[in-house]
């Protein structure tokens, strides 16, 4: 994107992209967003058409996706953290997880969507403008819708498993179609740790609407005290011209 300001009338003439990039992932996003910052910031205009229909859809894919595929990450590892700490799985070889082993556990199954929500935190600072401010919201809402749809899928398919998949009448009968190539006594083994595994289940649906509230709460926050922040550093250097 070039932005070139006129020496006199101080306004913005746009260059060789006359409409904004389409960001392949978030840094990229973040990046086009932190220009559109430096541009508003100093005190120039862009035209509010400048940011196009297909720029904001990019920036709400980007968000989508993000949301999406980074939720779908942390449902996978919720009930394997989960197990863990409720003694069904062995983290470091051994079935008694010390405090320190429950923290790393919980820290598996919750720091993807934390890191990841911190990191839409950030662009509370370049909140200000009109083209900020319109691809900030389309980075966000991609990422509100990405997570809602994420949330719906682990959440069915968390009860489906625990309702229907490990159903006792359902697992025997699954299992014992596999008699052909797992001893009987080893059948009735995995049937017995997967009865007691299977309440992991339900526990990681609520487990990942939880993670989902973090992940659209922290960034909308994030945002809306970067931006009073900035807006007040603004005024104040305002008062000082």
Not at 79 to 92: D, S
Not at 95 to 108: E, H, Q, S
Not at 201 to 227: H, N
Request: charged content about 15%; proline content about 4%; aromatic content about 18%.
């Amino acid at each position: 994107m070039s932005l070139n300001k006129d020496s006199q009338r101080g306004d913005v003439f746009l260059g060789s992209q006359p409409t904004p990039g389409k960001p392949k992932g978030l840094l990229d996003a973040i990046s086009e967003i932190q220009q559109y910052y430096v541009v508003e910031r100093s005190g120039s205009t862009i035209p509010v058409d400048f940011f196009t229909l297909a720029g904001k859809l990019a920036f709400f894919e980007v968000g989508f996706k993000g949301a999406f595929i980074s939720g779908l990450v942390s449902a996978f590892l919720t009930p394997i953290a989960i197990g863990v700490i409720e003694r069904y799985l062995p983290i470091f070889g051994s079935y008694d997880p010390t405090f320190y082993d429950k923290c790393f556990a919980f820290l598996i199954a919750i720091g993807f969507t934390v890191g990841y929500a911190f990191f839409f935190a950030v662009l509370g600072k370049y909140y200000i403008g009109e083209i900020s401010k319109a691809a900030i919201k389309n980075l966000i809402m991609g990422l509100v819708a990405g997570a809602i749809l994420k949330l719906v899928i682990a959440f069915l398919a968390f009860h489906f498993i625990y309702f229907v998949v490990l159903e006792p009448h359902n697992l025997a009968v699954w299992l014992l179609k596999m008699r052909w190539l797992i001893q009987y006594y080893s059948l009735n083994k995995l049937y017995q740790w997967l009865q007691d595994f299977r309440p992991v289940f339900l526990i990681s649906a609520y487990f990942v609407a939880f993670t989902t509230s973090l992940l659209v709460t922290i960034p909308v926050a994030g945002i809306f005290l970067g931006a009073r922040k900035t807006t007040k550093l603004m005024n104040q250097e305002n008062e000082w011209k």
